[in-house]
C-alpha cells in the first residue's frame, strides 16, 4: 500500500522513521501495560539510553541520542512531545516477526489510543495457524477494529491475490494501519472507516477480530468492550459475520471472556447465536489466565479470570 498524496506529511514522516528503523535492525516485544510499568519503575529505566528505550519503552531521552533526521521525522509526525530537559516520542514500534508495526505510546491514556501488544501476538497466530492450514480461497477478507493492522497485513501478504479491508473506528488506527501497510510493501489493502461491518458491503471469504474485550471505566475504544463484563463488541461481531460470510467463508474471533464462577458467558452466548447446520465452529481457550491486575478493578469483583480465547467459524451453506 502506498500512502495516498493527500494524506498529512506527518503520515510520511512516520513511514521514512520506520524505514529507519528498520534499517537500523531495530526489534522490539510489546508487552502488557504492567508489565511495562512495572519495568519503566525501575530506577535505571528513567532515561533512555537506547532506540529500544525510546521507541519499545517510551522513556524520555536527550535529543544527543538521536540522529538529526530521526529528530526531524518526530517533529514532522507531530509526535515529538517536551519532558523537561528531555523529550519523549508519543509513538511506539513494534516487532512481529518481520514487519515492524507503529502503535501508541505508554501509556495508552487516551480514548483514541491505538494498542498493541500480547493479544495482538496471540492474534496473529490465530490467523497464521488458519492460513497455513485451511484450504480456503480468499478473495476478499477483512479485519475488523484493525488497530495497528497487524491482521489485516499477515492475510495480505499471504493471500496477495486477495482484496483486504481494513476498518475502525478509529481514526488514529486508520492512519496507523496505512503507515504499517506502506512500510510491510503491501499493495492489497484497503483502509477504510467502518463501526464493525455497517460502514462496508459485500460478502467476505474470511473475517478476523480481535476486539477489546474489558469492561474500561473510560471506554476507551481500544479496551471497552461493552456489555456486563466486556463482551458485547464480541458478540456484534459474531452477529455481524453470520450476515455476511461467503458460502465456505470462515470467521476468526480473538477475544477474551471473564469467567465467573467457571461459567463462560462468552461460550453460552455463542451456541446460542450458531445453532443449527448452516455454520460449524470451534471455541477453544488459547491462555487460562491474562490481565489478571483488571480483577482488581470496579466490575470484577465476582470474576475469577480473564481467559484469552479463538472462536473460530465457518459459513456451510
Do not use: K
Amino acid at each position: 500500500m502506498l500512502l495516498d498524496q493527500d494524506q498529512p506529511r506527518g503520515d510520511e514522516a512516520l513511514l521514512q522513521l520506520g524505514r529507519r528503523l528498520r534499517a537500523d535492525g531495530y526489534r522490539f516485544t510489546c508487552v502488557t501495560p504492567a508489565t511495562q510499568a512495572r519495568v519503566n519503575a525501575r530506577a535505571e529505566a528513567s532515561q533512555a539510553r537506547t532506540l529500544r528505550d525510546v521507541f519499545g519503552w517510551s522513556r524520555p531521552f536527550a535529543a544527543s541520542l538521536l540522529s538529526a533526521d530521526e529528530l526531524q521525522h518526530l517533529h514532522n509526525a507531530g509526535v515529538l512531545e517536551p519532558q523537561g530537559t528531555l523529550w519523549r516520542s508519543r509513538v511506539r514500534w513494534s516487532s512481529l516477526d518481520d514487519l515492524l508495526l507503529v502503535h501508541s505510546a505508554w501509556p495508552t491514556d487516551s480514548r483514541d489510543a491505538v494498542f498493541f501488544g500480547p493479544d495482538s501476538y496471540r492474534f496473529a497466530q490465530v490467523i497464521q495457524d488458519h492460513l497455513r492450514h485451511s484450504p480456503q480461497r480468499v478473495q476478499h477478507a477483512v479485519d475488523i477494529g484493525c488497530g495497528s493492522g497487524v491482521g489485516a497485513l499477515l492475510i495480505a501478504r499471504a493471500v496477495q491475490h486477495a482484496q483486504v479491508s481494513a476498518v475502525d473506528i478509529n481514526p488514529v488506527a486508520l492512519r496507523h494501519t496505512a503507515i504499517n501497510a506502506a512500510l510491510a510493501g503491501v499493495a492489497n489493502v484497503s483502509v477504510e472507516p467502518s463501526d464493525l461491518l455497517d460502514g462496508i458491503v459485500g460478502t467476505f471469504d474470511l473475517i478476523v477480530a480481535n476486539p477489546p474485550y474489558m469492561l474500561d471505566v473510560a471506554q476507551r475504544a481500544y479496551r471497552h468492550g461493552g456489555g456486563a463484563l466486556g463482551a458485547e463488541l464480541s458478540l456484534r461481531i459474531v452477529e455481524q459475520a453470520r450476515e455476511r460470510l461467503s458460502i465456505g467463508g470462515t470467521l476468526l474471533l480473538y477475544s477474551g471472556v471473564a469467567i465467573v464462577e467457571g461459567r463462560d458467558a462468552l461460550l453460552e452466548n455463542v451456541r446460542l447465536r450458531l445453532a443449527g447446520p448452516t455454520f460449524g465452529w470451534s471455541y477453544r481457550e488459547l491462555d487460562p489466565d491474562v490481565f489478571g491486575e483488571q480483577l482488581l478493578e470496579p466490575g470484577y469483583e465476582q470474576v475469577e479470570r480473564i481467559a484469552a480465547v479463538a472462536l473460530t467459524v465457518t459459513r456451510q451453506g
